[in-house]
């Protein structure tokens, strides 16, 4: 009761610390990743309680990866092992954007069927982020299936598109824009950069394009804008809610921190009874700013998220 179920990928990122891309890059850091695991250690540095759903590898990687959810508290009930890590490869270029390759093992194949969702109620959240979700394999069929679990209990659903260029080829791109508004429009949140949000909407301008997102169903929209902040959007109020500034490392897990940390902080306001309206959640929002800014500020995303305690300490 009262958690946040996220599911997904977890993965190996391979970290390379040199900034000519990944062509020229000599030597990588292992750190644990996936954007849905990302999501779980960020809800649970925030002190409410994750669970993640996936396929974790049977190998060294998947050891080590279990090892990690279990180090951050990440519940893990509803997963089970079997085949190979992805690995992902991430390095920045000389402009300092992230430049990834992967390699897709076993989270494609985590089968709803394999899987009993009744421990999950209308109380809780379920986040969908999906980075892999969308490509071939069983995963794509266990999120539809969780996603009508969710509709059928009346849950709170989050989703996050995760675009990554190098997985949606430019064949696949229709593909993926009608499974984003098939998400979306029973999404009570739904969390895009303002990339995603021009692919998805097919428009240019942000305003237009955050109603379009309501008009498809969802209730909160954010667009996260890099070192500008975030665009919130609810009950027809819009506001940039404004970052801070650091000395960026490696960006990565940064959007996936903010969302945890939103996630988790909306559920302790439901939890308290409080009324979910503008002014909370741009509240909400710019701690979550924070959450994010301070992630970009090492390598590896679950090591850098940083605790509520360490961001309350800050203000």
């Not at 996936?34 to 409410?48: D, F, H, R, T």
């Not at 539809?144 to 190098?166: Q, V, W």
């Amino acid at each position: 009761m009262n958690k946040v179920y996220c599911i997904g990928e977890l993965l190996i990122d391979m970290v390379s610390t040199s900034k000519n891309g990944l062509k020229n890059a000599t030597s990588f850091e292992k750190k644990a990743g996936g954007a849905p695991a990302n999501v779980a250690c960020a809800i649970s540095k925030m002190g409410k309680e994750a669970q993640f759903m996936g396929q974790i590898g049977e190998d060294f990687f998947g050891e080590y990866l279990l090892e990690v959810l279990q180090k951050y508290n990440i519940g893990t009930n509803l997963c089970y092992k079997g085949g190979n890590t992805t690995l992902a490869f991430v390095c920045l270029d000389e402009n300092g954007e992230r430049d990834f390759s992967f390699m897709q093992g076993c989270d494609k194949d985590y089968d709803y069927k394999k899987i009993d969702f009744s421990c999950i109620d209308n109380k809780d959240i379920i986040h969908f982020g999906s980075a892999t979700g969308f490509l071939e394999g069983n995963l794509k069929e266990t999120y539809i299936k969780l996603f009508e679990y969710a509709k059928s209990k009346k849950i709170f659903i989050s989703f996050d598109p995760n675009y990554r260029k190098n997985l949606i080829k430019e064949n696949m791109l229709t593909q993926f824009i009608d499974d984003c508004k098939f998400f979306i429009k029973n999404s009570s949140f739904v969390k895009m950069s303002d990339e995603e949000l021009k692919i998805i909407s097919g428009k240019n301008d942000l305003k237009d394009g955050i109603n379009y997102i309501h008009s498809l169903g969802s209730k909160i929209v954010t667009i996260t804008l890099g070192k500008e902040g975030t665009l919130l959007s609810f009950n027809n109020h819009i506001e940039t809610i404004p970052s801070i500034k650091i000395n960026q490392i490696d960006s990565t897990g940064a959007g996936d921190a903010f969302v945890g940390s939103m996630l988790a902080l909306i559920l302790e306001t439901i939890q308290n009874n409080e009324q979910l309206n503008f002014d909370t959640l741009k509240n909400i929002c710019k701690f979550s700013n924070k959450v994010g800014a301070i992630t970009c500020t090492n390598y590896g995303a679950m090591d850098s998220i940083p605790t509520k305690k360490q961001i309350e300490d800050m203000l």
